[in-house]
């Protein structure tokens, strides 16, 4: 079954980086992108990028694009997301999601299985 | 950016109970609309996409419909592993965005 398996919570200072890894495996890696969405505490959803396996394509969020790397290495099977420059505003919890598209290899598409979040937390 | 308004924010309902969620667009998605439960503490759980179709393995008492600027979420009989947070999701342009969400609460 497809699982998507993240790594471990973060504290960081600001002006730090963190470097959030999503390891994929039951299904074939190329064939799917990988959405990276994070979610406040008691907030909603965030986009912040998607990254395509096959081709490494990506896509970010403006108010992001400065500051975040979203890649995968097809050879270990995981996807990665960076985010530098952090503040106590990218406090979070940080999802993979992977991306299925409704036809070909790019948007429009779903996330049908999501990692199980990586809490970041930003403080001094 | 495309904007998604859900509504009601907040709903009080009892097992049993149906209820229907809104999600506005305020641009046209097509029918390429989706969307996730969320249980606190949980990642969030894919139950329809395209507007219409359900995931797999998610029940049936949960359908979508809609297209264009104007989709509904509707669960027929509210079980209690229901109550959680609901948000719609649109992908049709960049940036993907998601709707602020529906917390669905026991009344």
């Known amino acids: 079954q497809v699982q998507l398996v993240q790594s471990g919570g973060e504290v960081k200072k600001p002006g730090a980086s963190v470097k959030v890894s999503c390891a994929a495996s039951?299904?074939?890696?190329?064939?799917?992108?990988f959405n990276w969405v994070r979610q406040a505490p008691g907030q909603g959803l965030e986009w912040m990028g998607w990254?395509?396996?096959?081709?490494?394509?990506?896509d970010y969020a403006q108010s992001l694009q400065d500051r975040v790397t979203v890649t995968t290495d097809t050879s270990t099977r995981t996807a990665y997301m960076e985010l530098r420059n952090l503040t106590t505003a990218d406090t979070a919890m940080y999802y993979c999601?992977?991306?299925?598209?409704?036809?070909?290899?790019?948007?429009?598409?779903?996330?049908?299985?999501w990692g199980q979040g990586t809490l970041v937390i930003v403080s001094s | 950016d495309i904007r998604l308004t859900q509504s009601p924010s907040s709903l009080s309902a009892s097992v049993g109970d149906r209820v229907t969620i809104t999600c506005r667009t305020s641009?046209?998605?097509?029918?390429?609309l989706n969307w996730y439960q969320q249980i606190p503490g949980k990642a969030p759980k894919l139950l329809i996409f395209g507007a219409s179709a359900l995931q797999s393995g998610v029940p049936s008492r949960f359908t979508g419909s809609g297209s264009g600027t104007y989709f509904t979420l509707t669960i027929s009989s509210l079980q209690p592993e229901d109550f959680a947070t609901y948000y719609c999701?649109?992908?049709?342009?960049?940036?993907?965005?998601f709707g602020q969400g529906t917390k669905l609460e026991i009344k």
């Open positions: 999701h649109q992908s049709y342009n960049s940036p993907d965005t």
């Open positions: 039951g299904y074939s890696f190329t064939k799917y992108g």
């Open positions: 641009q046209t998605v097509s029918s390429f």
């Open positions: 990254v395509g396996s096959g081709n490494g394509n990506t």
């Open positions: 999601a992977r991306t299925n598209s409704f036809g070909g290899s790019n948007r429009p598409w779903y996330s049908d299985s």
